[in-house]
């Protein structure tokens, strides 16, 4: 028992986090799915103690873009393989969503994340363990607040200090943040960091 | 061989002189690149001793006339120096002010032969007379190693006798000269634009303060403060005549110096020390000099509530040793002129004041007033009297040290029984050692507190060390009462012999005077086995210079490399020569660093404000509250207030005149009954008494308590505005440069202290130039990784100790009361016997489950889950072996089961709770946080019962890996903050955010080594000045690449100013020339 109340309670901030996540990223997710507490995680999906992740699966739509949908997939199993990959395929293709999140407990196998590879043409898949998820980095002391760019914005960014892209300083791809973000390549982030001498300053990356 | 002699398995021939291949003439510091074209052999150079001569000017260098008659200055013929040529050219070479050449055109003449005169005489306008250097020439004066922009300096020549370079010693702090015999270098700039440019940017008077912290370095030091305490204390007064006779001293005989009136009228007249100082600052009423500061002496003694009646509030000034300096218009009022007020490292010193409120010049000529009058005033000499102990000093301190000796005894005697209560993370002897170290540490420190107390104060030693002159009150007890204990690599002297330090003393003694205490003083003489402790810690002290040195050296090249092409742009953001953005705003704000007057802040409120109140007019009608924010609104509307200023900077003046001045003039208006009128009201008009009716009286106390007049508030408005102006950057500044040297100079003054405790004993965070040195080479193994965790319930002593449970490593054999073998005919076993006492007192959360999946998951011992069985009523387990190689696989497995990791992070070694010693934005005072030592962060982010958002670790590359590349640089610019503050070093923020950066700006931490700055950096002529010349240029050659010549290694190879940066910014800018396509070679088919 004590275990499944570990399990429950891990995976309560995981979706906590997950949720945050697809908010922050712009799709619609209501604000009691986030701010839900562990009593009511615990009632809704595991009444009988044990939990099925598979319930935790949901889907949502962009905020300004009602087509833009993202799927979030829970798995059960430790190492993910090429199967699962196959099914959460599956399950883009029956619902015609081209973002997926996989969230998973142990670790990915080499082959399934060739598959993501292999897949991004025609879907955007994301992989995030529950280690990542346990607690939401963007909310740690040390991280700043990072916000992406819109085109436009940073067009003018671009223009303002008269700048060719690959002068702006960089992020990478697989940095956590920008994971998090689910950043591509040559999309703006505005960082505005706390500052001991001005109170606050606006710095920007581009995602390479 | 040709290529490349050095070539690995070739062998040289033996008494051959090996060849010099072309990879060995470019590489090295030698080589073509470091040795011929980065640095250069240069003409108009001199070198040789320095001594002091405080006579001269802090600008000035006196230069031999020997050295004057050769080096030479290229002077062209106008009307206005055509005499002084002429009367140069009669004196030839070989008599001072005379010249070497003349020239018209490409024909040049040489003055030693020929007919002088007749040069002279056909002396046209236009031509140019190479002349000896004279008086007010400009001279580049420098010392190595030149470790920061300071150590070459522009100073003018005084061309003197004898044969060695002078200077005032005021100026001994930024080339870090002394004149034991020290030489130094001197250059004469060769046209008139580098003279000017020398003499805006290198002069000694605007490099009075370090661009590291913007603290005064060129201050007095030494004698001339010891002279300054001993003038200024309490008891010296001087009649007429020897007043005036100083007075005499300081000033040459062009300066009116007005005599103040005496201090004491009858019986005779007198005036104190401190009104010496009085003149110095402000020599005449002409003078519009007024200093106005307030701040602690070296020594400040807080002033003892019994000693007053009850009635009166204490404050600062009352300081019993006259410890706090109040200067008011140029008038000191108390306070000692020590190390702190004359001496370097303090902005509020009077000559940071002065450099601050009224320029370079009025502050470098206060400080040559100052020199001379130290220099020729009193003898200051230490004798062997001032290092006799008096009778009851010596009975003091042997009943302390005797007392001391029982104490340790105790102690060890405890240990020995094992009863000594352990100290967290511990064992006995740690905690013993650690006892007995403070019990050791505090007899020093009492016997420096009597030596203070009992010396006379005429005792030479005593004087240093409490003026701050040289040497500390360590050194003085030393000398006089005991040495004290040695160290050795942080902890006692360590035994040299089986098991003691040295055959004097009984085996396993752990007694002070064997290891290492010494309780004699140099004065009563060391014994034999005490003098070798000593002379083994010296040795130790000498090594690390020696050792440091050499890292600090490469640490600080690698540095300047990395960062030398770094400036700021018009629109003040940073960028390198390929035009990549660094910073978007210089230090986020575009202060320079040299230019702060408070704590990274450019202005000091509180003392703008004094100042402020002190020369502004106090006649006038005083100003009501909302009155003082009308004016600071309508002032802040103006132009140029909108146009210089940030929103931010008004605000903080803003708030800094309501909360001191409006907030505080209201309640005192209120205290007294009267409106406060913090805010206009409607109904108010001319007529309305604001007062209340409030008597006279009453008016007349809140007047003098805090009345503010317009003129007054003006001008501390002006003042803001002036500071905020004048401490803007400029752009084309070399930030780069400047913050690789503020880091990497101070490296070179940390002190042997390696270690520090965090909070707890036996917690050691590695620190000075190591640390700095992991954290800039952004190593991936550090000697000292520690986690710190903030706690969910940090005020509960056993959930920390279950959440240290969670996290740190148990083995199988901490936790296993047997591990047995079993041999039978049918079964073969190895069985376990879990001690779940130990277990529980460990309150770790661990089932017998958990331990077996722990055994089943261990990668070396392949122990199949089927083969485990567990006994849960008696705590055993059971692993069932079977097979061919039985025997091997149980002895196997008995040998290594005792290493399973059966509980917590495998990567974390051990976790200590620690409660904090104060409040900070982590906790309040009393909270329990966990310290773990290891790696992996993201596993105690994780674990329960830790906020995984408060959680950090000092690993900058582990920290990347899990928050990302912005917090990674938060931790680098936190990390090389901590470090440098724990050694007492001060260094500007913006400095360091500039390297935090550097290192983070490509996305990934990028280490200042060869493989990081390889990755900054695109020219391939800089990469070769740097490290692995020929490695650079074989690529180059192979890919093709090409080279802008943009950065400043290359310029300088190239023989060009260096590009973009500096005065060399505003440059025209054209397209450039389209070069025709080469000619084809005659052969080019056959290649």
Redesign the interface.
């Known amino acids: 028992m ?1 275990e499944n109340g ?1 399990e429950s ?1 891990k995976l309560w901030k995981v979706n906590r986090t997950i949720h945050e996540l697809v908010n922050d990223r712009g799709f619609l997710v209501s604000e009691e799915e986030i701010s839900m507490d562990l009593a009511t995680f615990r009632a809704t999906y595991a009444p009988h103690g044990s939990l099925d992740r598979s319930q935790l699966n949901f889907f949502t739509s962009s905020k300004t873009n009602s087509t833009d949908q993202i799927f979030v997939f829970f798995t059960e199993e430790r190492s993910v393989g090429v199967k699962t990959m196959r099914k959460l395929l599956g399950i883009l293709e029956e619902k015609s969503i081209n973002r997926g999140i996989i969230v998973f407990p142990g670790n990915m196998t080499p082959s399934a994340r060739k598959v993501i590879v292999a897949m991004a043409a025609q879907y955007r898949l994301e992989e995030f363990s529950e ?2 998820l ?4 963007t ?6 607040k ?1 916000e992406v760019l819109s085109p436009e914005e940073k067009k003018v960014l671009l223009e303002k ?1 008269r ?2 892209e ?7 791809m697989a ?4 994971r998090y973000y689910g950043l591509r390549r040559g999309q703006v982030v505005k ?1 505005t ?1 706390p ?5 606050r ?5 581009i995602c ?1 | 061989m040709y290529i490349n002699s050095e070539l690995p398995g070739v062998p040289s021939q033996p008494g051959q002189k090996p060849i010099r291949g072309f990879v060995q003439r470019l590489k090295g510091k030698q080589g073509r690149f470091r040795g011929n074209l980065s640095g250069k052999r240069v003409d108009f150079s001199g070198r040789t001793v320095i001594s002091p001569d405080p006579n001269l000017r802090i600008d000035e260098v006196a230069v031999p006339e020997r050295v004057s008659k050769i080096l030479t200055y290229p002077e062209r013929v106008t009307t206005h120096n055509i005499e002084m040529l002429k009367q140069a050219v009669r004196n030839g070479c070989d008599v001072h002010p005379g010249a070497n050449f003349v020239a018209r055109g490409d024909n040049k003449k040489f003055l030693k032969f020929g007919n002088r005169a007749a040069i002279a005489d056909g002396l046209k306008y236009g031509d140019v007379v190479e002349r000896h250097i004279i008086d007010g020439d400009i001279v580049l004066f420098n010392r190595q190693p030149s470790l920061h922009k300071l150590s070459i300096m522009c100073h003018r020549v005084k061309v003197r006798p004898w044969r060695s370079f002078r200077l005032n010693e005021c100026v001994c702090g930024p080339y870090n000269a002394d004149f034991d015999g020290d030489e130094m270098n001197l250059h004469v700039p060769q046209t008139e634009e580098a003279r000017t440019e020398a003499l805006e940017l290198m002069s000694v008077k605007h490099n009075l303060v370090t661009p590291r912290n913007g603290e005064p370095v060129i201050a007095a030091i030494q004698d001339f403060i010891t002279a300054s305490y001993l003038l200024s204390r309490r008891d010296v007064f001087f009649d007429r005549r020897q007043f005036t006779q100083i007075c005499c001293y300081f000033a040459d005989a062009n300066l009116q110096i007005d005599i103040p009136p005496p201090t004491i009228w009858k019986p005779v007249r007198l005036w104190t020390g401190k009104q010496i100082f009085n003149v110095l600052m402000r020599p005449n009423k002409k003078s519009k000099i007024f200093v106005n500061v307030e701040s602690k002496c070296n020594k400040w003694e807080e002033a003892k509530a019994e000693n007053y009646p009850s009635r009166m509030k204490l404050v600062n000034d009352m300081s019993p040793n006259d410890g706090w300096l109040v200067i008011v218009n140029s008038e000191v009022m108390c306070g000692v002129m020590d190390k702190a007020i004359v001496g370097s490292g303090k902005k509020k010193s009077i000559f940071g004041v002065m450099l601050r409120d009224y320029g370079p010049h009025e502050a470098a000529a206060a400080m040559g007033r100052l020199a001379k009058l130290c220099a020729p005033n009193f003898g200051f000499s230490l004798g062997i009297n001032d290092v006799i102990p008096g009778p009851i000093l010596s009975m003091k301190k042997d009943e302390l040290v005797e007392r001391a000796y029982a104490d340790c005894q105790d102690l060890i005697a405890l240990a020995k029984k094992g009863k000594l209560e352990n100290k967290p993370g511990c064992n006995q002897e740690q905690t013993l050692e650690a006892m007995i170290s403070s019990v050791l540490s505090k007899v020093r420190e009492a016997v420096g507190n009597i030596c203070m107390k009992e010396l006379s104060r005429h005792n030479a030693p005593l004087i240093m060390a409490t003026c701050g002159s040289k040497g500390s009150v360590i050194n003085v007890s030393q000398m006089v009462a005991c040495v004290g204990q040695q160290i050795i690599a942080g902890h006692r002297v360590p035994d040299g012999f089986q098991d003691r330090s040295l055959p004097h003393f009984p085996k396993k003694s752990k007694e002070p005077p064997s290891k290492g205490f010494v309780r004699n003083s140099f004065y009563s003489g060391l014994r034999a086995t005490e003098f070798l402790f000593h002379a083994i810690s010296g040795r130790e002290g000498l090594v690390d210079t020696a050792v440091k040195t050499a890292e600090t050296g490469y640490m600080q090249r690698r540095l300047m490399k990395a960062l030398e092409d770094l400036t700021t742009q018009y629109d003040l953001s940073v960028r390198n020569s390929t035009g990549g953005v660094v910073q978007f705003t210089y230090g986020d704000d575009g202060l320079d660093p040299a230019c702060l007057e408070g704590d990274a802040q450019p202005i000091e409120f509180q003392r703008a404000w004094s100042h402020a109140m002190a020369i502004g007019s106090r006649t006038g009608r005083g100003l009501l509250p909302f009155e003082i924010m009308e004016i600071v609104n309508v002032q802040f509307a103006t132009r140029r207030f909108v146009e210089t200023c940030p929103e931010t900077y008004m605000e903080t003046v803003r708030t800094f005149i309501w909360d001191n001045v409006a907030k505080k003039l209201g309640d005192m208006r209120q205290s007294r009954g009267m409106f406060e009128a913090l805010e206009r009201e409607g109904e108010w008009d001319e007529d309305t008494d604001l007062s209340m009716g409030a008597s006279d009286s009453e008016k007349a106390i809140v007047d003098n308590k805090s009345k503010v007049t317009e003129s007054q508030l003006l001008a501390f408005l002006n003042i803001c505005w002036v500071k905020y102006a004048k401490a803007r950057i400029e752009p084309g500044s070399t930030v780069g440069a400047v913050g690789a040297q503020s880091i990497g100079e101070p490296g070179t003054q940390m002190t042997l202290k390696t270690f520090h405790f965090a909070g707890v004993a036996s917690m050691n965070v590695t620190l000075g130039v190591p640390r700095i040195k992991e954290i800039i080479n952004a190593a991936k193994a550090i000697s000292t990784p520690i986690i710190s965790c903030r706690l969910v319930t940090c005020n509960s002593e056993p959930s920390a100790r279950i959440v240290k449970g969670r996290l740190e490593k148990t083995l199988l054999g901490d936790i296993a009361s047997v591990l047995e073998e079993a041999w039978a005919p049918e079964y073969t076993y190895v069985g376990i016997i879990i001690d779940t006492q130990a277990i529980m007192k460990l309150q770790l959360e661990l089932t017998l489950d958990d331990i077996k999946w722990a055994i089943v998951a261990h990668k070396k011992l392949k122990i199949k889950q089927e083969a485990i069985t567990m006994i849960p009523r008696k705590n055993r387990l059971r692993i069932y072996v079977d097979g061919q190689d039985k025997f091997y696989r149980l002895r196997e497995f008995k040998r290594n089961l005792a290493a399973v990791v059966v509980k917590g992070v495998p990567t974390i070694a051990r976790a200590i709770i620690n409660i904090k010693d104060k409040d900070d934005h982590r906790g309040k005072k009393g909270d329990k946080e966990l310290l773990v030592e290891g790696y992996g962060l993201q596993k105690c982010m994780i674990t329960e019962g830790v906020i995984g958002e408060q959680t950090t670790s000092n690993h900058v590359i582990e920290v990347a890996q899990v928050l990302g590349i912005e917090a990674a640089r938060r931790t680098i610019i936190n990390e090389i903050q901590y470090t440098m503050k724990s050694h007492d070093m001060i260094i500007d923020p913006r400095h360091v955010m500039l390297l935090g950066d550097v290192m983070t700006y490509k996305g990934e931490v990028l280490g200042i080594t060869r493989f990081g700055v390889a990755k900054m950096k695109d020219s391939v002529m800089m990469l070769a000045s740097f490290e692995k010349t020929t490695d650079h240029l074989f690529d180059a050659s192979a890919y093709g690449k090409n080279d802008s010549i943009a950065g400043v290694s290359e310029s300088i190879i190239m023989g060009n100013p260096a590009a973009r940066c500096g005065t060399s910014m505003p440059a025209l800018y054209s397209v450039a020339p389209v070069l025709s396509k080469p000619r084809p070679l005659l052969f080019e088919e056959s290649i």
Do not use: C, M, W
């Open positions: 004590a570990d309670a280690a990542d346990l607690v939401n980095i909310h740690h002391t040390l991280v700043p990072h200090y700048l060719k690959t002068q702006l300083p960089r992020i990478q940095d956590p943040v920008a960082i960091r500052s001991e001498t001005s109170g300053y606006a710095s920007y990356r390479f």
